[in-house]
């Protein structure tokens, strides 16, 4: 069975403060995909990043970066210079490499960023 | 950019009712899936679709919901009798071919409300 944990149910943080929220999984497989989706108030998912099992090279994009850490099972991810737009909930989420291909979410973690 | 298209945004329905919540996956895309997110809570697994069948599906799906592919361009899904703990945010979703990557691009959502 996989599992998906997002300790951190809610996070506060004033604008340009650095974020880092965790996500930690489970899985017996030895090949799988890791993700982040954003969740604005909207209400859609917004696709952030895919990272596969196999590639632990960590991703910068603009102030968004991912710490993949196969010994630890963790996916973190972190927001550089947090900005008020970045409020919304975020989702960790795992999939198996088969076909079928389906995601299992974390619980998500709502990050709410003041002015 | 491509986008996955759900209708309609939101329903209200009468308890014991049929809904059909419709979706246009993008259009090469190959396997289609179904989520639900109950308010607040986290984002659910339904079913997934491949090849003109249903390739998984989770213990929420049971007897009272169905999905189909009526054309080309169509997914559905069906729920024959709602009830009360119906209401949700329904996603559709679709990935394409492997050689595409394992991504999972998700609607903007339907959310249904069953009074």
């Known amino acids: 069975a996989q599992k998906v944990t997002q300790a951190q149910t809610e996070i506060s943080v004033v604008e340009k403060e650095d974020v880092t929220l965790d996500c930690v999984y489970e899985?017996?497989?030895?090949?799988?995909?890791l993700f982040w989706y954003k969740q604005p108030p909207s209400g859609e998912l917004v696709f952030l990043i895919r990272r596969n099992s196999f590639d632990e090279q960590n991703e910068i994009s603009g102030r968004y970066s991912w710490n993949f850490q196969k010994s630890t099972s963790s996916f973190n991810f972190t927001i550089t210079a947090s900005q008020v737009v970045d409020s919304a909930v975020y989702f960790c989420a795992l999939s198996r490499a088969n076909a079928g291909n389906m995601l299992t979410f974390g619980g998500g973690t709502r990050l709410m960023v003041k002015p | 950019e491509p986008e996955v298209t759900q209708t309609p945004s939101h329903q209200v329905t009468q308890m014991g009712q049929e809904v059909i919540l419709r979706c246009v996956p993008i259009?090469?895309?190959?396997?289609f899936y179904w989520y639900r997110q109950i308010l607040g809570q986290k984002v659910e697994f339904l079913v997934s679709?491949?090849?003109?069948?249903?390739?998984?599906k989770s213990e929420i799906f049971d007897d009272q919901f169905s999905v189909e592919r009526p054309d080309g361009s169509n997914f559905t899904l069906k729920i024959r009798s709602t009830k009360l703990e119906d209401s949700a945010m329904y996603f559709c979703?679709?990935?394409?071919?492997?050689?595409?990557?394992?991504?999972?691009?998700f609607g903007e959502g339907s959310w249904l409300t069953v009074v």
């Open positions: 259009s090469n895309h190959l396997y």
């Open positions: 679709f491949y090849n003109n069948e249903i390739s998984e």
């Open positions: 899985t017996r497989d030895t090949t799988y995909y």
């Open positions: 979703a679709s990935r394409g071919r492997e050689q595409s990557g394992n991504t999972i691009y």
